[in-house]
């Protein structure tokens, strides 16, 4: 690594980690946009040497250390580098992405990757803060396996109904399927273990949420441990969070069809197609929303869809603008 020492003296400013799963490239940026590079193991050796040189190089605790949030690859040195008092944004790879689309040139390397996550540290304001705490990280593991064992639940089921109607509908071949129902049920009995979990351990305005005539603890429970610990400062910011937001294409005359955009988890996205259906069955404020939508003649996919981005909208201001205090009878 070859430093200018006349740039020594000058303060870094921000830091751009791009994380991979054997390595992790480091582009410290300087006041005068000179920058350090550098590359390290992704395990506990490599990121105690990164913070040794975030020392050496006299980084401050406020300046942002960017990386992206990459599956489990970015939590062992989110965590570290956090514990040692450094400030780590984690940050949407779509941010990314939006950057590197506005390069003249669009090249991606890690080395490059590192030092656009240092440039977005010092033009973005705001970005999310990672949180060193335990339980929201496993929370977010805990719903991470829910939605797996829910696609698991769904593959498996719809095999199942498939072998069984090949095998005994149309070939006349009986076939012990009981092992495969018992699957399935234990399947469902772990989801329960896990939602009931999250319910004792996420966030405290869980149980008051649930107060809500059409959602459920369990909802309330995955709602609020996934999305809880992000930071939104408008209603439009959560609903494009979990992609619910319409994405529309026009060119000219030319008006293409609307469609959710579908960025964030599409487990999110399913529980709140659950709640939006809960709503309408028994929460009169939703139930005549959803009415009115339907005798306007907009499709019942459409209205349900609608009825959870009113449903967002309500969370936020509940949630993150505290402007919502719930009656027991809400």
């Given at each position: 690594?070859?430093?200018?020492?006349?740039?020594?003296?000058?303060?870094?400013?921000?830091?751009?980690?791009?994380?991979?799963?054997?390595?992790?490239?480091?582009?410290?940026?300087?006041?005068d946009r000179s920058h350090v590079a550098a590359g390290f193991a992704n395990n506990s050796d490599g990121i105690t040497q990164l913070i040794v040189l975030l020392k050496q190089q006299r980084t401050a605790v406020t300046v942002p250390c960017v990386m992206e949030?990459?599956?489990?690859?970015?939590?062992?040195?989110?965590?570290?580098?956090t514990k040692e008092g450094f400030r780590v944004n984690c940050i949407n790879p779509l941010?990314?992405?939006?950057?590197?689309?506005?390069?003249?040139?669009?090249?991606?390397?890690?080395?490059?990757?590192?030092?656009?996550?240092?440039?977005?540290g010092l033009l973005e304001d705001n970005l999310p803060l990672f949180s060193?705490?335990?339980?929201?990280?496993?929370?977010?593991?805990?719903?991470?396996?829910?939605?797996?064992?829910?696609?698991?639940?769904?593959?498996?089921?719809?095999?199942?109904k498939q072998l069984e109607r090949v095998s005994q509908d149309i070939l006349g071949v009986q076939l012990d399927l009981?092992?495969?129902?018992?699957?399935?049920?234990?399947?469902?009995?772990?989801?329960?273990?896990?939602?009931?979990?999250?319910?004792?351990?996420?966030?405290?305005?869980?149980?008051?949420?649930?107060?809500?005539?059409?959602?459920?603890?369990?909802?309330?429970?995955?709602?609020?441990?996934?999305?809880?610990?992000?930071?939104?400062?408008?209603k439009d910011q959560l609903v494009a969070f979990v992609g619910l937001d319409i994405r529309q294409?026009?060119?000219?005359q030319w008006i293409g069809k609307q469609k959710l955009s579908k960025r964030g988890s599409g487990y999110l996205r399913k529980v709140l197609f659950q709640v939006a259906w809960g709503l309408k069955q028994n929460n009169d404020t939703y139930k005549e929303y959803y009415d009115r939508l339907r005798k306007e003649g907009k499709h019942y996919t459409t209205v349900l869809l609608a009825v959870a981005r009113k449903f967002l909208r309500f969370l936020f201001a509940f949630y993150w603008k505290k402007s919502v205090i719930l009656q027991p009878t809400a």
């Open positions: 690594m070859e430093e200018n020492k006349k740039s020594e003296s000058k303060g870094i400013v921000s830091v751009g980690i791009d994380v991979s799963k054997a390595k992790l490239d480091i582009a410290l940026f300087r006041s949030s990459t599956g489990d690859y970015h939590l062992l040195s989110a965590l570290m580098i941010i990314t992405k939006k950057y590197q689309r506005a390069s003249i040139r669009g090249t991606k390397t890690d080395t490059i990757d590192a030092a656009r996550l240092a440039e977005i060193a705490e335990n339980q929201p990280l496993v929370n977010k593991k805990v719903i991470s396996y829910l939605s797996l064992l829910e696609k698991t639940k769904q593959q498996l089921k719809a095999g199942f009981s092992t495969s129902q018992q699957a399935l049920k234990e399947l469902d009995k772990q989801m329960k273990v896990l939602k009931h979990y999250l319910v004792e351990h996420g966030p405290k305005e869980v149980k008051e949420l649930s107060t809500i005539r059409g959602v459920s603890e369990n909802q309330a429970a995955v709602l609020l441990s996934g999305l809880g610990d992000k930071t939104f400062s408008h294409r026009q060119s000219g």
